[in-house]
């Protein structure tokens, strides 16, 4: 019998018909399971002690941290809020913060999509850009309106830095990526290393510099479709390798 890599994937919690749910969308789960993975969703909530954490994280083969909707709070990055950052995960944002650095302990892979590319970046101290479109020289980048199809469609160039993991995992210099956050990097986390930049000088991608093992995190969403995209395809496949040897 062939047993898949076991990974986890963050959950987010919201409130589902009155009640307090944890959820986490299809995309990111098919995604995983068509890379010979077997995704298991991780509840989240304040209070988890370390120890828990750890010990549920050593079971693993690999952690996913996915987009949201929901955004990191700006207390933890030392910021107020800006008026168009109006939704919050504190539950999520408190189960982040303690799961990266055991992660990185335990050289599990780890990959981080949209919100989850923040979370690394707040988790080695760096800030954000809590409304991209107004900071001057930036495009704007927030999803176009139509069908998710056209939402999720590549929609600006991307510029693949040249030596890094990023590098390792797909031979051109750049590709073409969809952009569907309003959020972006404006400090950079100490120890991060960037991997990508959109053409307005934009973070698109970080990894951890001394990490031995897979630790990437991307501002696009690769999670959709990704085998009919040759950068996202090799993110997926690298990833789940790195799950396999683990």
């Known amino acids: 019998m062939n047993i898949r890599p076991l990974v ?3 959950a987010c919690r919201r409130e589902v018909e009155g009640h307090p749910a944890h959820m986490v969308t299809d995309k990111y789960l098919r995604a995983l399971r068509d890379y010979g993975l077997e995704p298991i969703m991780l509840p989240v909530w304040q209070g988890q002690g370390q120890e828990d954490a750890r ?3 050593a079971r693993l083969d690999g952690l996913v941290l996915t987009g949201s909707y929901t955004n990191v709070l700006p207390e933890r990055y030392g ?4 008026p168009e950052n109006t939704r919050d995960d504190v539950d999520r944002d408190a189960a982040a913060m ?3 650095p055991l992660a990185l302990e335990q050289q ?3 990959l981080g999509i949209c919100r989850g590319f923040q979370e690394l970046n707040v988790a080695f101290g760096g800030s954000l850009h809590q409304a991209v479109q107004r900071v001057p ?3 704007d980048h927030r999803e176009p309106e139509g069908e998710k199809a056209e939402q999720y469609a590549p929609v600006h160039g991307l510029e693949i830095q040249p030596g890094g993991r990023l590098a390792a995992l797909y031979p051109e210099a750049s590709a073409r990526v969809n952009s569907l956050h309003q959020q972006g990097v404006d400090r950079l986390g100490e120890g991060l290393r960037v991997e990508a930049l959109a053409p307005d000088g934009l973070v698109e991608a970080i990894s951890v510099a001394d990490a031995p093992g897979f630790t990437l995190a991307v501002q696009w969403h690769p999670e959709w479709e990704p085998q009919s995209h040759p950068l996202y395809d090799a993110i997926f496949k690298g990833f789940a390798a790195a799950c396999a040897t683990h």
């Open 8 to 10: 986890g994937v963050i």
């Open 55 to 57: 010990a549920l994280l």
């Open 79 to 82: 910021a107020e809020r800006e």
């Open 98 to 100: 303690s799961w990266v």
């Open 108 to 110: 599990l892979p780890l």
């Open 137 to 139: 020289g930036r495009l």
